[in-house]
DNA sequence: TATACATATGAACAGTTGTTCATATGTATA
DNA sequence: TATACATATGAACAACTGTTCATATGTATA
């Protein structure tokens, strides 16, 4: 560590010193770079996009859920135990059924910038751009 | 999947249909859901996450990526290659050195939402939501 | 209290991912 | 053309992730 402070590592010749201790100032922590990443991490798998969507629209039973996305009821349930985790989804209670909604709208501002990278100049994101409003 | 079409799954009992068929009316294909999923693959790891926030700063050579977020020059250079695939960096050479920077400002966008979201009541994430303008 | 049922949870397993180490590529300079 | 060096790539391996299947929990109703 003290080493990498010191830029002197005989094994790397090309740093632009100046640059490497600029871009340090403003670095984020390994906290922040981690807790990031989480939040991807939750939105980087089609299951959870597709749940995810749905409840966009309207809440939606566990049971729902599955039968939407064609998944089994145990899969969602797994899945939706990681979207709690991290805060993206809510449910409130009516007898045996759960009703599973959207905790906020920061997944639909996510969804949206995320569709407009993949969309680039491409068509077929613009209904759903459309849809998230 | 006709099965599925006609909600007759005997196991399933509890779906309530018009909620399921409305949602499935406006649903994500799967291959839009992929796509979505992964550009947030993209930014799911927080080595990638450090080397982007690096990059919104200046452009920067692979070597100096590495000393500023203290990884190894060939970790970088797997990693740049996924930022690549992904068109999330560009790059330009200049003698041996390659110099890369973010390809547009979608990644800024994401990083926002996704630290809005991460930080919900916390001031940590204030400084950075600053730093990303 | 017994049964039914919606959902949750745990273990197991296959598939994926990130790092390391060794080696290759491509560019500049002697 | 030979050497140095910045970067890329491939193979190998450990760690992680998502699904399935079996089982548990919790709530309503008979």
Redesign the interface.
């Known amino acids: 560590m003290a080493d990498?402070d010191r830029?002197d590592r005989c094994e790397?010749t090309?740093?632009?010193e100046e640059?490497?201790s600029?871009?340090?100032q403003?670095?984020?922590s390994?906290d922040?770079?981690?807790?990031?990443?989480?939040?991807?991490?939750t939105?980087?798998?089609?299951t959870?996009?597709?749940m995810l969507?749905?409840l966009m629209?309207?809440e939606?039973?566990v049971?729902?859920l599955?039968?939407?996305?064609?998944a089994s009821?145990s899969s969602v349930s797994h899945q939706l135990r990681i979207l709690r985790t991290n805060?993206l989804v809510k449910f409130r209670r009516d007898g045996k059924?759960l009703y599973y909604s959207l905790a906020?709208d920061?997944v639909k501002?996510?969804?949206k910038?995320?569709?407009?990278?993949?969309s680039?100049d491409e068509a077929?994101?613009a209904q759903?751009l459309d849809?998230i409003k």
């Open positions: 990498f830029f790397v090309c740093i632009h640059a490497v600029a871009v340090r403003v670095m984020i390994d922040v770079a981690q807790s990031l990443a989480d939040i991807f991490k939105l980087a798998d089609s959870r996009v597709k969507f749905a629209h309207r939606l039973c049971c729902d599955a039968a939407v996305i064609r009821e805060k059924i906020d920061h501002t996510l969804f910038q995320g569709l407009e990278h993949a680039h077929w994101a759903f849809f």
